[in-house]
């Protein structure tokens, strides 16, 4: 399975048992994958007597979250719902109906982050009607929309619409829609041999105590799932964009869009639809953590590196937070990925004559055929709005990120119109229709 130098798996699987050693973990596995595939697997402590394998099953807790809301999209995209719909018209039942299905997945919706039951990780689940029963105006603690707050109420009502709308439980969907699919066949809800028990570590003496385990019900589609990292590799690839048919790429990539930022205006967390969020490292990851109890797991795929990295733990707490993190500078330190090769690509005559130098005003502006044939607005220098083209049927360019993402560019002979801002070869070219007129330079 290891892939990586050995040099590379030895400094791995290193930073895998000082984790193990010094955070006083059970049992702990972790997973490099490069290129669509498992590059390299680490397993520390024991389970039952033995160290951990590919086949050990985890507890993945709210990764279990990032699945439920690939089907949501799902329902997007074959029209079933909008993510702006108030879920209320689609489970009749919620008296919470006035909140969107894009709040809840994104957690901005301001609902209470914990069902008002007894602390449902470590009790008994209760049915979905007995819940909704229960919730009401009390529960969102914000205004929707104001900010980011986490709530795993906000997915036990997202396993509600799935259901809903499909007409079987979450679970099939998740089951039949996304696991099945991606061959995630270990992915269970409740645990198959062999799977670690989980374990509250003593803060103060190295004894352990095994935590409960119950179906969650009502709130299962917030954390219910079991997995090994054989499978979590297999979502890690998804999550890196090789959806395997399961998802629309593009639609993948919106939801790695950063909706509500969870620590700050400089964010390094954020969530996106269903998914967290990091900026580490100049890498930009997309996931999903999941802690229960006697349980801590995480998943990040680096889209732009085609890389993804995991850790499952059966401890409840106690970890440093940076394993992944540590793991992923690893591979770039020892193994850093070469660029593409670059090669020539043909151009159309046309689309080559609009390159070269454009102006806003005073401002210079560079155009760039792209080698898939779109286009690269940018300023000169750097410093300014740029954004990427893509043609439409009509003619025009349909701006796909920036400040002109979801804008119209049209190309005349000498102008570029883009959503009302004119752009001329020469600064303020008199023989473009400026608005507002063009008059001659002076001193």
């Given amino acids: 399975m290891t892939q990586v130098g050995h040099a590379t798996a030895r400094a791995l699987l290193r930073r895998l048992a000082v984790e193990q050693a010094e955070c006083r973990v059970p049992s702990l596995t972790a997973a490099i994958v490069r290129d669509g595939r498992t590059a390299w697997f680490g397993g520390r402590g024991r389970v039952d007597g033995a160290p951990p394998t590919p086949a050990t099953q985890y507890r993945i807790g709210s990764i279990t979250k990032s699945m439920v809301a690939v089907v949501v999209m799902r329902l997007r995209d074959e029209g079933l719902l909008r993510l702006n719909d108030p879920i209320g018209d689609h489970v009749k039942q919620t008296p919470l109906g006035q909140l969107t299905i894009a709040q809840l997945l994104s957690h901005t919706a301001g609902l209470t982050a914990e069902p008002p039951t007894t602390w449902w990780e470590r009790s008994p689940g ?8 229960l919730l009401g105006p009390k529960d969102v603690k914000h205004r929707p929309g104001r900010r980011f707050h986490y709530s795993n109420v906000g997915f036990a009502l997202l396993g509600e619409l799935v259901a809903s709308l499909r007409g079987t439980s979450w679970l099939s969907a998740v089951r039949g829609e996304v696991l099945a699919p991606l061959g995630m066949n270990d992915t269970t809800a409740r645990p198959r041999a ?8 003593h803060p103060w003496a190295d004894v352990v105590q095994a935590e409960p385990e119950h179906d969650a ?19 890690a690839v998804f999550l890196g964009g090789d959806t395997g048919g399961v998802l629309c790429p593009d639609t993948l990539a919106e939801m790695r869009e950063p909706v509500g930022v969870d620590d700050g205006d400089a964010w390094t967390g954020a969530f996106g639809l269903g998914l967290q969020l990091a900026r580490s490292g100049g890498r930009r990851l997309a996931g999903h953590s999941g802690s229960m109890p006697g349980f801590l797991a995480t998943v990040w795929a680096d889209a732009g590196e085609g890389t993804g990295a995991l850790f499952m733990a059966n401890t409840t707490s106690g970890m440093t937070g940076t394993l992944l993190t540590d793991l992923l500078d690893i591979v770039q330190e020892y193994e850093p990925r070469l660029p593409d090769e670059w090669q020539p690509v043909a151009a159309d005559a046309g689309l080559l004559a609009l390159t070269g130098l454009w102006h806003w005003g005073p401002k210079p502006y560079a155009l760039r055929l792209l080698p898939e044939g779109g286009l690269s607005l940018e300023p000169v220098g750097g410093a300014g709005r740029a954004s990427r083209f893509v043609p439409q049927d009509d003619g025009t360019w349909l701006g796909l990120d920036g400040y002109y993402a979801g804008e119209t560019l049209r190309v005349a002979a000498d102008h570029l119109d883009l959503n009302t801002f004119v752009f001329t070869r020469e600064p303020y070219s008199p023989g473009a229709p400026v608005p507002g007129g063009v ?4 001193a």
């Fill in 217 to 235: 019900e009502a709130m299962a589609p917030a954390g219910q799932l079991w997995s090994t990292s054989h499978d979590l590799a297999s979502w």
């Fill in 194 to 201: 062999p799977h670690a028990t989980g374990y509250a570590v």
């Fill in 126 to 133: 209760v049915a979905a009607a007995d819940l909704l029963e």
């Fill in 439 to 442: 008059r001659d330079w002076h």
